[in-house]
């Protein structure tokens, strides 16, 4: 049952925390301004003219920029560029004939910020407005309106300023400069220095010191020599642990949780990493649409540091719907409702269901049904400590099978660090399947544990670090007397190149083996091995990847291998491509035979979103099965790994 034809999904999911996702139509809407059209998502402009743009400025003035970098090279020139509101707006009218002169005073302070940031101190900048210098216009200025008012920006970039000597004083005496990026001969930017006095204010607070501060950052240029003399000085003030932690603002939830879930205890060393990981946890409980640690000013009598977690609650109740189109699968829609805070500790109740393969499915009974109830309790017995309870009930039907299930489970989850979680639960399923190997019924028990190390800079757009899963899950099928385990692993890594990390180089492994059981067919087909699809090899179909028996049915197997390997190159700060190709064998032993890879290559294209790169890939399989797949086009928030 080989998947013919193309396929073409999309996925819209939110990061915790969201309330709704929307139907795609509605999504996705042209918006008419004046004679030109703006596409618009999630209400950010892609690309046109947003409406607000139109709207009548009082007094309107345009004006033509001309900017010259005189002998600053790509990298400055770029940078300088960047900066510039005159050039960044250009195609927007200011307000009035002064609007015109405060954007280029402005713009001239940027310009200058800019060169201060790049080391060059001796540069200078000129603008001037219909030929008059911006310094010898009068307070009042007027302009010839008849054509755009010309601006003219001259940058004289000047020579690259390194350090000459780094006297540090007070409690910050001792330390070496060149740990600061701050060693004789280096670049002397500004934005390296202000960062080595904050670095600094911020080792004496991870010293147990809530009042460090920097007492003094003199900078003093010699033009004769391109040279700067560098003084920063800090006192770090008195060791103090955390105090007393009050609540304020809660409503509805229970004050004693906040502050125990926030792990903030009193008499523990005092940590700005400690309060900041406090309020990152508290809002992913999605309880609160604001927190904010407020520290004491001063120590209390015991010579503690008294904090105020302040919380604003949002709505406990939300409701959702979605919709997705396949070229395959046909249209489908979801919905799903959801309370927050049940007993006033985060608890949360969310109850979903879903409908698929409408319009494609020649009649009911091949519909793609799901429904579940999900329950979370936070902190519980230890405020590490996750319980996680569901039941869902569901109905699979890719060209592999047509799976039907009920599944139970209860699982507790633990936060071993920041980066480290592990996970069990128990899991009791039944499940009726037409495939390959017939119409058969199973009752599986199975115990999933799982160890998830995250160590990326971003969960969701990383540009450096890893990513790694380890899974055990052994069980037992009753109908058969089977005993069986399932062993997963996987590992993803991310390195950025250039300036600003203007290419990420990313690469996934997974790899996966079935033990015990006998043959697979005593294995319900939902657990069984399968690859191919966006989450997997792209340019496949859904599950296309799989051992054939001699009908040329996907039976899955017992073992697997897949390999990803992107390149996500930035355009502009919005816009990036990226060609990847992914790779992958499927076999019936328990070890890959790699006698079958298949293998897909494509392109695609990201865009940024204060949620996530929005996701377009388009990829065709380089060694394609007869009468299969001949491309896929994948949509969806967020990397693809």
Do not use: C
Not at 116 to 121: G, I, L, M, S, V
Not at 505 to 516: N, R, S
């Amino acid at each position: 049952m080989r998947i013919r034809g193309t396929g073409l999904k999309t996925g819209i999911a939110y990061r915790a925390g969201a309330v709704m996702v929307v139907a795609a139509a509605a999504a996705f809407s042209p918006v008419l301004a004046g004679n030109a059209y703006a596409f618009k998502l999630f209400g950010i402009t892609i690309f046109g003219k947003d409406e607000d743009e139109n709207l009548q400025v009082p007094d309107p003035v345009r004006y033509d920029v001309d900017l010259e970098t005189g002998t600053a090279d790509s990298d400055l020139k770029e940078a300088l560029e960047k900066s510039s509101r005159l050039v960044g707006d250009k195609n927007g009218p200011v307000s009035g004939d002064l609007g015109v002169v405060v954007k280029a005073r402005d713009d001239r302070d940027r310009l200058i910020a800019t060169l201060y940031e790049k080391a060059r101190y001796g540069g200078v900048v000129t603008i001037t407005i219909d030929g008059r210098n911006i310094d010898d216009l009068p307070p009042n200025p007027t302009f010839d309106r008849s054509k755009p008012v010309p601006v003219k920006v001259d940058i004289a970039p000047g020579p690259v300023f390194t350090v000459n000597e780094v006297q540090f004083g007070g409690d910050a005496a001792h330390r070496n400069p060149a740990d600061y990026d701050l060693a004789p001969g280096e670049q002397a930017g500004s934005l390296a220095i202000i960062k080595a006095g904050d670095t600094i204010v911020d080792q004496l607070k991870s010293e147990g010191r809530p009042f460090a501060k920097l007492t003094e950052r003199r900078v003093v240029a010699d033009h004769s020599k391109n040279t700067v003399d560098i003084v920063l000085a800090a006192e770090g003030g008195p060791v103090a642990p955390i105090g007393d932690v009050g609540v304020t603002g809660e409503e509805r939830v229970k004050p004693e949780f906040i502050q125990r879930y926030s792990r903030l205890r009193k008499g523990e060393a005092y940590s700005p990493v400690a309060l900041r990981k406090a309020g990152e946890r508290l809002r992913a409980l999605g309880v609160f649409s604001s927190v904010t640690i407020h520290e004491g000013d001063a120590l209390a009598s015991d010579g503690t540091l008294p904090m105020t977690i302040e919380v604003s609650e949002g709505k406990r109740r939300y409701l959702g719907i979605g919709a997705q189109y396949s070229t395959i699968d046909g249209f489908g829609v979801n919905g799903y409702w959801g309370h927050r805070n049940l007993f006033g500790g985060a608890e949360s109740l969310r109850i979903e269901g879903a409908v698929s393969r409408l319009g494609e499915a020649s009649d009911l009974g091949d519909l793609d049904y799901s429904a579940g109830i999900l329950f979370t309790k936070p902190a519980f017995i230890h405020p590490s400590a996750t319980l996680k309870a569901g039941i869902v009930a569901k109905t699979e039907n890719p060209d592999a099978y047509n799976a039907k299930l009920v599944t139970a489970s209860l699982g507790l989850s633990y936060e071993l660090t920041d980066q480290d979680t592990i996970s069990a639960a128990g899991e009791v399923s039944f499940e009726n399947d037409d495939d390959a190997f017939g119409n058969n019924n199973y009752l599986t028990f199975t115990l999933p544990i799982t160890y998830d190390r995250d160590a990326r800079d971003d969960k969701y757009n990383p540009t450096g670090g890893y990513h790694a899963t380890l899974s055990a899950k052994p069980g037992y099928e009753f109908m058969n007397g089977t005993v069986y385990s399932a062993f997963q692993g996987s590992i993803s890594g991310y390195l950025g190149l250039g300036a600003e990390d203007g290419i990420v180089l990313a690469g996934k492994l997974a790899a996966g083996t079935l033990i015990g059981g006998g043959g697979v067919e005593n294995i319900p087909a939902t657990q069984r091995f399968f690859a191919g699809g966006g989450g997997s090899v792209r340019g496949y179909g859904y599950q296309e990847i799989s051992p054939y028996n001699e009908n040329d049915d996907a039976t899955g197997g017992r073992s697997y291998v897949t390999g990803s390997f992107e390149a996500r190159i930035k355009i502009t700060d919005t816009i990036g491509i990226v060609p990847f190709i992914d790779v992958g064998t499927v076999s019936d032993g328990i070890a890959p035979d790699f006698s079958d890879i298949r293998a897909g290559a494509g392109a695609g294209i990201r865009y940024a979103t204060p949620f996530g790169p929005l996701r377009l890939d388009f990829a065709v399989p380089l060694n394609k099965y007869d009468g299969g797949t001949d491309y896929g086009i994948y949509a969806g928030i967020g990397q693809s790994f």
